[in-house]
């Protein structure tokens, strides 16, 4: 990554100055938001962490918001050049879970009290796909009269399809720009994976209703500290409720990983860049929900509770089968596959109170920005 030196570039900067406006809220120019993404000395780092915990406390909390991550199908129509479950990829076992199974999956969520769910799947556009994502929807929300929340990942789709899940239960949609830069967008996907159509998609989710997440994957080739300081300042300028990004991890058997197959070798370095982006984007975006993602966890196994201290306040425990984890690898190394969702949620309870935070149990946790934008269009 394309990292010029702080000192050259940033002679004027001053980061106590700096954190101090940005914790008392002034908005950040893209110069300061690149200065802060560029920090390395550990002092420094620790000082933006502390500057973004102190926004989240005032403006969010300390209580951790889950939602239990069902990977409903590794099936895909799409060929990201980064993705492990790409659909040029032979070497995966495909699957997808059967109705019985996502329900067991989403009881188990109600019973650890989880509050919420995320859907999950690679991106699949059939009738039948539909219908079954229409039907799951429904049956999940015939547990506790209702009280699971649902959030969906499942890519790009149709304005009638967005409406239709929405009306049978989703509320929240995660649906990652996966980089704001339509240049660097582009050396990622393939030419019939388009830019233009993933930003309409955005659009179509506010419009059917849905709080809608984005995000980006943090320290992919080609990537410089402007295309991260232009990704903050794009989630901003979208109004999302909430953010879901993570370190790029590579796979071996993408495109990208083989082209690029050292990047990501100084995970520490990921994983520090990745906890940078979150707390700029807690200082620039601050009442929104900002997850802790698995990926952290898997360049550091304390990572996502790094993630939490840098500004995160939601985490994603995995509840679907263990017997599919194995199925469903993004990157390599991807932590938790053979652990079942009863030890996930001890260990998480654990980790999170070893930083004096609580979790928010029987919460859907919608973020306080969803609360002011309902609020001001009421109004
Ligand atoms: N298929 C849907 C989509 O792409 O929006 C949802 C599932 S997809 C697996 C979820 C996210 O995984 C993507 O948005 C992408 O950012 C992330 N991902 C894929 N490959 C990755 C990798 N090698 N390292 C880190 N994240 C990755
Ligand atoms: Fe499919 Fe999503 Fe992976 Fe792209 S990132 S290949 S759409 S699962």
């Given at each position: 990554?394309?990292?010029?030196?702080?000192?050259?570039?940033?002679?004027?900067?001053?980061?106590?100055?700096?954190?101090?406006?940005?914790?008392?809220?002034?908005?950040?120019?893209?110069?300061?938001?690149?200065?802060?993404?560029?920090?390395e000395?550990p002092?420094?780092l620790?000082?933006?962490?502390?500057?973004?915990?102190?926004?989240?406390?005032?403006?969010?909390?300390?209580?951790?918001?889950?939602?239990?991550?069902?990977?409903?199908?590794?099936?895909?129509?799409?060929?990201?050049?980064?993705?492990?479950?790409?659909?040029?990829?032979?070497?995966?076992?495909?699957?997808?879970?059967?109705?019985?199974?996502?329900?067991?999956?989403?009881?188990?969520?109600?019973?650890?009290?989880?509050?919420?769910?995320?859907?999950?799947?690679?991106?699949?556009?059939?009738?039948?796909?539909?219908?079954?994502?229409?039907?799951?929807?429904?049956?999940?929300?015939?547990?506790?009269?209702?009280?699971?929340?649902?959030?969906?990942?499942?890519?790009?789709?149709?304005?009638?399809?967005?409406?239709?899940?929405?009306?049978?239960?989703?509320?929240?949609?995660?649906?990652?720009?996966?980089?704001?830069?339509?240049?660097?967008?582009?050396?990622?996907?393939?030419?019939?994976?388009?830019?233009?159509?993933?930003?309409?998609?955005?659009?179509?989710?506010?419009?059917?209703?849905?709080?809608?997440?984005?995000?980006?994957?943090?320290g992919?080739?080609?990537?410089?500290?402007?295309?991260?300081?232009?990704?903050?300042?794009?989630?901003?300028?979208?109004?999302?409720?909430?953010?879901?990004?993570?370190p790029?991890?590579?796979?071996?058997?993408?495109?990208?990983?083989?082209?690029?197959?050292?990047?990501g070798s100084d995970t520490a370095r990921q994983l520090e860049l990745g906890l940078k982006?979150?707390?700029?984007?807690?200082?620039?975006?601050?009442?929104?929900?900002?997850?802790?993602?698995?990926?952290l966890?898997?360049l550091a196994?304390?990572g996502?509770?790094r993630?939490?201290?840098?500004?995160?306040?939601?985490?994603?425990?995995?509840?679907?089968?263990?017997?599919?984890?194995?199925?469903?690898?993004?990157?390599?190394?991807?932590?938790?596959?053979?652990?079942?969702?009863?030890?996930?949620?001890?260990?998480?309870?654990?980790?999170?109170?070893?930083?004096?935070?609580?979790?928010?149990?029987?919460?859907?946790?919608?973020?306080?920005?969803?609360?002011?934008?309902?609020?001001?269009?009421?109004?």
């Amino acid at each position: 990554m394309d990292q010029p030196m702080r000192k050259e570039r940033f002679p004027d900067m001053n980061l106590k100055d700096t954190l101090a406006r940005a914790v008392a809220g002034e908005p950040l120019a893209h110069e300061t938001l690149a200065f802060l993404l560029s920090l390395e000395d550990p002092r420094d780092l620790q000082a933006l962490y502390r500057a973004a915990y102190q926004v989240k406390l005032q403006l969010v909390g300390n209580r951790v918001r889950l939602r239990g991550i069902i990977e409903v199908s590794d099936i895909c129509r799409k060929n990201c050049y980064y993705c492990g479950i790409r659909r040029g990829n032979s070497n995966v076992d495909r699957f997808e879970m059967s109705m019985d199974e996502i329900m067991a999956a989403a009881r188990h969520a109600a019973e650890f009290h989880y509050g919420s769910l995320v859907l999950q799947a690679g991106e699949r556009t059939d009738a039948r796909w539909i219908d079954f994502m229409t039907d799951a929807l429904r049956n999940i929300k015939t547990i506790g009269n209702g009280k699971l929340g649902i959030t969906l990942s499942l890519g790009e789709q149709t304005a009638e399809t967005y409406r239709r899940w929405f009306e049978a239960g989703a509320h929240r949609y995660l649906l990652r720009i996966e980089s704001s830069d339509p240049e660097l967008y582009a050396k990622l996907h393939p030419a019939d994976h388009r830019y233009a159509v993933r930003l309409q998609s955005l659009r179509l989710l506010r419009e059917a209703g849905y709080q809608v997440g984005t995000g980006v994957m943090v320290g992919l080739p080609y990537q410089t500290v402007d295309n991260l300081a232009g990704d903050v300042e794009f989630f901003k300028s979208l109004d999302v409720d909430m953010i879901g990004m993570g370190p790029y991890i590579v796979h071996h058997r993408t495109p990208l990983g083989q082209q690029f197959p050292e990047i990501g070798s100084d995970t520490a370095r990921q994983l520090e860049l990745g906890l940078k982006m979150i707390a700029v984007t807690r200082l620039h975006l601050r009442n929104v929900n900002i997850a802790s993602t698995t990926a952290l966890q898997a360049l550091a196994p304390d990572g996502r509770e790094r993630g939490l201290l840098a500004g995160a306040n939601v985490i994603m425990p995995n509840i679907g089968d263990v017997a599919y984890r194995k199925g469903y690898q993004l990157y390599e190394n991807k932590p938790g596959l053979d652990e079942n969702a009863e030890t996930q949620r001890r260990n998480l309870e654990r980790a999170i109170g070893s930083i004096g935070e609580s979790v928010a149990y029987d919460e859907w946790g919608d973020s306080p920005h969803f609360a002011a934008r309902k609020k001001n269009a009421e109004a």
